[in-house]
């Protein structure tokens, strides 16, 4: 057995003995998904300055701009992606009656359409555009791309409801997520690079109210060997779909 089926293993055995799991997931978990993530191999910053084109103040300083490379190619992306194993295992999770809460760092909705009903979007949501005059909303998919950057009725810009790189996460969203995460016996670290705060910190606060961190990712975090109890290293679809399965037959 390898040192990856035996930490799978683990995972299961603690899970099954866990009555009240939180997730944290970030960008990773959705690469199954086809939708790419920021850091890291094959990430979007290797192709574009976030400060360029994810920063607030250079979506207002140009909507154009920002609308036509990041956001666009967001849509396409996000429009087609259908939740892959890991989000459906965690649906799973929440079914068998073990995971409570998903705490996302994504703003592509997967979490919702595997089934989690508890479902905290950290970052915002990708589904819903606002105009930045109006407040007017109107969903993504039924926005019309014509015109760059899209337009309200009123003639104000739309925007995505997520939040942008100099953006305040909204209060509600932070004082749930810290609360979830001081309440669980075992905090689920998928897919993050656990650099972007105040999301990282999330693990550290279930750290200390006395969980378990369990980390899935094919690369060490700033998280592992310190926060982390121990880290499976794999593809989040594989390793969750094995771990669910394990926890099924240990709890039937
Ligand atoms: P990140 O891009 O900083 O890091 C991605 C992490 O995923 C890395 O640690 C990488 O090793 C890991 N990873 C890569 N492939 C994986 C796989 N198959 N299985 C598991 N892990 C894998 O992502 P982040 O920590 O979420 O932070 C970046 C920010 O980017 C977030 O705030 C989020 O809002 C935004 N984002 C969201 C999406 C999305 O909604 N799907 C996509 C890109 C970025
Ligand atoms: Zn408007």
Redesign the pocket.
Known sequence: MTVTDDLIKRAAKDLAAASHVVALT???????SG??????KG??WEKIDPMEYAHIDAFLRDPAKVWGVLIKEMKDVVDQALPNDAHKGLARLEDLGLLKTVIT????GLHQAAGNTDVIEF?GSFAWQKCMDCHNRCETRKINLEQIPPRCNCGGIFRPEVIFFGELIPPQHLSRSQLAASQCDIMLV???????QPASLMPVISKESGAKVIE????R?PLTGTVSDYIILG??GEVTRKIVTEVEQLIS
């Open positions: 970030g960008a990773g978990i959705s690469v199954e939708i790419p993530p920021f850091r890291g990430g979007l760092q994504n703003v592509d970052h998928i897919g993050t690079s656990a650099v972007v899935i990712n094919p690369e975090t593809k989040a």
